[in-house]
């Protein structure tokens, strides 16, 4: 059985935070207070580093906290965040006001809500499945090695720059049968979309830079639909422009609006699931040396890292009336953070939690969100994992994190900014 105990980090950290909490704990441990967690800010770069700790802290003493930013309600349990993503007539996804990503209409079939939304799901699930997702894996698999063939040979890298970053990338232009050409100028609009305050624009506000890069990412699905005019493929953009719902055509908006999503929802999300997978496999050259020596591992080592590290940390809802969640009172017109990393450690949901084992029973981990909106391309992000984890380990068995260096992740979505790794050639 492969199992790991747990890093002294996490348990180190762990005392730590008790030890504060005592400090700050106004009520007997236990009593829902929603100030006692406010200090704890969910959206920090400290928290990404190792959240864990922290998701516990926060499930036993504050199952409902309040955001150190907005204020917003933290839910921490898994029986409460489970039960949220189940409600969406409560627990609304319509928030593309609220949180504009330089869009012009709702992104489809994330920002709106059922039964809307089911509509669109029944044409695209089946069009994501397992099956069809196998189709592309020879691709990817190219697009691995040509990557790795670019800095194999080096001794080092930076993962994110060399490999988790432009994989996904290739991986979507692949399924949506567009240039790998483009890899550089989608890299580049969606960064500007989702982190624009990284992007060298001199004097340029955040908010405009995102208008800009949204516009362009319009454009260019625009041009791409034209260029098809009267053919047929069958790719992923083809299969947009056909598809029907109830004997009708999606139109153009709706081929841009689904594409758009496509594009934020399945690149870095890959990206920071590779990178918290390579950075847990360095710490633990054991656990490491189990896949190297069993592929067939490979594919339990991904669902027990996703459960474990919870690369997409929270997923946003807005309230559409007021509810009481353990205990603790909501109000209408709220935006609610729900915690699937820390439902993921949550001792009521997984037996030992704490202990990393990739050869779990019955891992039913909530990584991909859970009820109307679980992630449409899971079957994706699983094949080109797999993939990743194959072809890295086949090349580059034996790693580590370069001495001295410390890993950083963003919050919200854990994605390593920085991952110096070295190996012997
Ligand atoms: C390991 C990688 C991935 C993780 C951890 C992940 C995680 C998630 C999560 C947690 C949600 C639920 C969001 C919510 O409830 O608000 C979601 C939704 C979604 N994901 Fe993924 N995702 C991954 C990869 C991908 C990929 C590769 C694609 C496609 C290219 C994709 C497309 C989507 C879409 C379209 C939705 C919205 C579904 C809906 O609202 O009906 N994801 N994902």
Redesign the pocket.
């Given at each position: 059985m492969c199992s790991s105990r747990v890093v002294s980090k996490w348990e180190k950290a762990l005392a730590k935070l008790e030890d504060q909490s005592e400090e700050r704990t106004a009520e007997p441990v236990g009593t829902p207070d929603p100030v006692d967690a406010a200090s704890v800010n969910i959206f920090s770069a400290e928290f990404a580093a190792c959240p864990q700790p922290t998701y516990a802290n926060l499930r036993e003493k504050c199952p409902v906290s309040r955001s150190a930013i907005g204020g917003g309600p933290i839910l921490a349990k898994h029986e409460d965040v489970v039960w949220a993503?189940r409600q969406p007539e409560i627990f609304s996804?319509k928030m593309d006001m609220q949180l504009a990503m330089g869009t012009e209409r709702p992104?489809i079939?994330?920002?709106?809500d059922p039964p809307e939304?089911t509509r669109?799901?029944r044409i695209?699930d089946p069009r994501?499945s397992r099956k069809r997702m196998l189709e592309i894996e020879d691709d990817v698999r190219k697009s691995a090695r040509d990557l790795m063939d670019q800095f194999a040979s080096d001794g080092s890298c930076d993962f994110g720059e060399a490999f988790a970053i432009p994989l996904?990338c290739t991986?979507?232009l692949h399924?949506m049968g567009l240039p790998q050409e483009d890899l550089g100028l989608f890299l580049h609009l969606k960064d500007s979309i989702i982190r624009p305050q990284e992007q060298e624009q001199e004097g340029m506000a955040v908010q405009q830079i995102r208008a800009d890069a949204g516009r362009g990412i319009y454009e260019y699905f625009e041009r791409a639909i034209d260029a098809r005019a009267g053919q047929s493929k069958d790719d992923m953009l083809g299969f947009l422009m056909t598809a029907e719902i109830e004997g009708e055509r999606l139109t153009r908006e709706e081929i841009l609006d689904?594409s758009f999503?496509?594009?934020l929802?399945?690149?870095d999300?890959?990206t920071?699931?590779l990178g918290c997978n390579i950075t847990y496999l360095a710490e633990n050259p054991e656990a490491r040396r189990r896949l190297v020596e069993n592929e067939g591992l490979i594919p339990g080592a991904i669902e027990e890292l996703?459960r474990w590290e919870?690369?997409?940390m929270v997923?946003?809802?807005v309230l559409t009336q007021d509810v009481t969640v353990s205990g603790v009172d909501l109000r209408e017109g709220e935006l609610v953070s729900?915690l699937?990393g820390s439902s993921n450690i949550d001792p009521s949901a997984f037996d030992d939690p704490e202990l990393v084992d990739f050869e779990r029973d019955r891992n039913i981990h909530?990584?991909?969100?859970?009820?109307?909106?679980?992630?449409?391309?899971?079957h994706?992000?699983?094949m080109?994992?797999r993939v990743a984890m194959e072809e890295w380990h086949r090349r580059i068995p034996d790693y580590e994190i370069q001495p001295g260096e410390t890993p950083r992740f963003s919050p919200g979505i854990r994605e390593a900014r920085y991952l110096p790794l070295v190996w012997s050639v």
């Open positions: 993503l996804s992104m079939p994330q920002q709106i939304q669109y799901r695209l994501f996904p991986a979507f399924l689904i999503l496509l594009l929802a399945g690149l999300t890959v920071a699931t996703l919870t690369p997409v997923v946003p809802r729900l699937l909530v990584a991909f969100g859970a009820g109307p909106h679980r992630c449409l391309g899971s994706l992000a699983r080109e994992l």
